[in-house]
T-cell receptor, first 115, second 113 residues
């Protein structure tokens, strides 16, 4: 079974641009969540999608948005990039995300650098 | 306000000895706790978990202990191996919403041969 796939692996953008990151979950998984990892803040929850609906959102500005398609693949978009958006963006998937003993499986992440 | 804290940014142990990684939390609504391991340039991988109704869970060389009254959990690795060298993240969730994990900032474990 293939794992969680994130593309691209690396991205370099300049301030003010926008970026779209992609995530393909494990086959059969319907919950996709996104996390931002920075050296100072660790991993922070961005949002989660299930059946094409956003179920929960973390404390990030509206410049961060996402969506999920009918095949459970998800995209994350960041508009008007700022230097502080430089981070590793991780996607994770699980069957439903709502069972206590469900595990989250993470992709390898997209390393975004904003210059 | 950090709800999950890993106060030791790094830990160094000798091969064969015990590694003890600690984690404290403040949110009493957390009812499920997990440890993830992360190598450079890879995503975190699940290691072991514990429900708040238990105080210990064991899986091979890895044991997690939970002290609810102290809001403290620890991960014991015995014996430690060089391949265990990685960043270890403590994480917690509440109310079955396991897609929304609150992570600590991680502890870099180095196991020296």
């Amino acid at each position: 079974k293939a794992g969680v796939t994130q593309t691209p692996r690396y991205l370099i953008k300049t301030r003010g641009q926008q970026v779209t990151l992609s995530c393909s979950p494990i086959s059969g998984h319907r919950s996709v969540s996104w996390y931002q990892q920075t050296p100072g803040q660790g991993l922070q929850f961005l949002f989660e999608y299930f059946s094409e609906t956003q179920r929960n959102k973390g404390n990030f500005p509206g410049r961060f948005s996402g969506r999920q398609f009918s095949n459970s693949r998800s995209e994350m978009n960041v508009s008007t990039l700022e230097l502080g958006d430089s981070a590793l963006y991780l996607c994770a998937s699980s069957y439903s995300g709502a069972a206590t003993n469900e595990k989250l499986f993470f992709g390898s992440g997209t390393q975004l650098s904003v210059l | 306000d950090q709800q999950v804290k890993q106060n030791s940014p790094s830990l160094s142990v000798q091969e064969g000895r015990i590694s003890i990684l600690n984690c404290d939390y403040t949110n009493s609504m957390f009812d499920y706790f997990l440890w993830y391991k992360k190598y450079p340039a890879e995503g975190p991988t699940f290691l072991i978990s514990i429900s708040s109704i238990k105080d210990k869970n064991e899986d091979g060389r890895f044991t997690v202990f939970l002290n609810k009254s102290a809001k403290h959990l620890s991960l014991h690795i015995v014996p430690s191996q060089p391949g265990d060298s990685a960043v270890y993240f403590c994480a917690a969730s509440a109310g079955g919403s396991n897609y929304k994990l609150t992570f600590g900032k991680g502890t870099l474990l180095t196991v020296n041969p």
